[in-house]
């Protein structure tokens, strides 16, 4: 079976599930009559929905060898996923979100490269998995938009000040920068920050029985399937490796000391009480960067120019550059971009953090010397020249940025579930009936 995880862009798991959405589905199932499930705000949850994201969790909790949890817990927390998945949606359709052709072929490709299979073998694996290859770049575009939708609307919520970063580079861990990297697990028993003070202690005890079951010997993974509400619930609540410097706070400090098989107490936060599983532990790595030397052209869709027109303005410019033109007038002349253009498109050298993921994607993707395709970015449409690459050791100045990027991703897991409460709290749902009804 393809590893169709591979696609993601750059976030650690954005909707939980939407990755499961590419296990093997049997097609010779009956498929009822369709109806509504749910209404949310101007979009509808429908049975078939619910159903077929059924099975596809439950075919990869089975590959994973997890038992399954009671079906109407598992149907409740799919309705919720789906739920808060189109609340998503619809904000982006809202903003103006889209992803392009060339967007998904890079997601497929990377599949490819990832799986170590051509175009042939990727096909008829697909076609073994019982997935069409229209489905599969309609669920890329739907994680893409939910990934783009998050990230603006989280990040607008962050603020990292000057001193914040200054504190943090005088902190222990910022003196140890080489910080070590663990695979967690974690669960989470949410709380509103409304809630009152007997549902908050009903919630903590709930926390401490789940720790208490994990110590003499319960499934982690299978407890975090069942009782968790966090994102990656249905993936066995795993977070993956993550460096202390990058998780929230409450996190790092909780888990510095703790080795491989330890479990923290409950972690109080404003999103409810966090319980975390050290699967592994290992050193930090040297801190040598590779840095690219970058100068690009932007061209920003408009009420005159249409994202298409934008696309293929560029793709002409691109084109011209190839023939002869030199890149730095072609900049000067077109380029949006205020800040560049007068330096004939010149970004100088990358840093970590320092453009937006697609960009850095591309620059990373683009040899030295070449002029990338057309890619968009939430900026508008691009194509980038790397001039120059570089192995360079941690300055000052890489620190501080780096320490920027590194307490804005701490706080972004936290503000997400915040986030996320907030919309699905403001919006208007209504669940149609019981979604055990639903059943195939």
Known sequence: MINYNTFKT????????????????????????????????????????????????????????????????????????????????????????????????????????????????????????GISINSLREQIRRDMI????????????????????????????????????????????????????????????????????????ANFRELAVTESQGQNALKGGDLGWRKTSEMPELFAENIEGLEKGDVTPPLRSGAGFHILKIYDKRGAQEQVIEQSKVR?????????LTDEQARQKLADIRQQILDGADFAEMARTNSEDVGSMLSGGDLGWSLPGKFVPEFERTINSTPVGDISQPFRSQFGWHILQVEERRQQDMSETVRTNQAMNLLRSRRFEEERINWLQEIRDEAYVEIKNDPADSAP
Do not use: Y
């Not at 749910?38 to 089975?62: G, H, I, K, T, W």
């Not at 690009?296 to 005159?304: D, F, R």
């Open 10 to 129: 750059g976030l650690k798991s954005l909707t939980a599930g939407a990755a499961l959405a590419f296990c093997s589905l049997s097609h010779s199932q009956t498929v009822p009559l369709d109806k509504v499930i749910a209404v949310v705000d101007n979009d509808v949850v429908m049975a078939s929905e619910l159903n077929q994201r059924m099975r596809m969790v439950v075919s990869q909790l089975r590959a994973n060898q997890t038992q399954l949890p009671p079906e109407d817990i598992l149907r409740s927390q799919i309705t919720e996923q789906l739920i808060t998945e189109s609340l998503q949606l619809q904000m982006g359709q809202r903003a103006g979100v889209q992803v392009d052709e060339a967007q998904i072929d890079a997601a497929i490709n990377r599949m490819k490269q990832a799986n170590n299979i051509g175009d042939a073998e990727f096909e008829r694996q697909l076609a073994a998995d």
């Open 146 to 217: 939910i990934e783009q939708v998050q990230r603006g609307s989280v990040n607008r919520r962050i603020r990292i000040t000057e001193q914040e970063v200054e504190n943090f580079l005088k902190s222990k861990q910022g003196r140890f920068w080489a910080s070590p990297d663990f695979n967690l697990g974690h669960i989470l028993i949410a709380v509103s920050s409304s809630s009152d003070s007997e549902t908050i202690k009903a919630a903590e005890e709930k926390a401490n029985n789940l720790r208490a079951q994990i110590l003499n010997g």
């Open 296 to 304: 690009h052209i932007l061209i920003k869709p408009s009420a005159i």
